[in-house]
């Protein structure tokens, strides 16, 4: 599970979309930060990965430093805080931090994400995200 993530974290340093897209399932639920409250199956996560590649000015990574994982015959558990940077065009980058809790199913002896739920919190008067939040 941890080389899976390593995986796509050196995916999205390199700007590799087919090596984000490696292990997720064509079948897979995702529920993202931007709207619709869902994303089905392996191409609609495709074309937001890819939309949130381009809209970086440079160089764009991830990571989840206090990843936890749990693991039980074929079926695998990856939560903890998600950690975004990306470089913007006055040459700053901009730090977030998300939520993110991630589920595995091993088919054919390969792990691959068939559940993603990713959120900001939000604050309760404005109902707007807090994206700014650190831990």
Not at 79 to 89: F, S
Not at 105 to 127: K, L
Request: one cysteine or more; glycine letters at 8%.
């Amino acid at each position: 599970m941890r080389a899976v993530h390593h995986r796509w974290y050196d995916g999205t340093a390199a700007n590799d979309l087919d090596g984000l897209m490696s292990h997720i399932a064509e079948d897979v639920v995702s529920y993202e930060h931007n709207a619709p409250l869902q994303y089905l199956g392996r191409e609609s996560i495709r074309e937001e990965c890819e939309r949130g590649l381009e809209a970086a000015a440079g160089a764009v990574d991830w990571d989840v430093p206090d990843l936890r994982i749990l693991v039980r015959e074929d079926v695998a558990v990856a939560w903890g805080l998600n950690r975004m940077r990306a470089e913007r065009p006055d040459g700053e980058t901009a730090e977030s931090w998300s939520r993110g809790t991630r589920v595995f199913r091993r088919r054919d002896g390969e792990w691959t994400m068939v559940h993603q739920h990713v959120s900001f919190p939000f604050d309760p008067e404005t109902g707007r995200a807090k994206s700014g939040l650190r831990p």
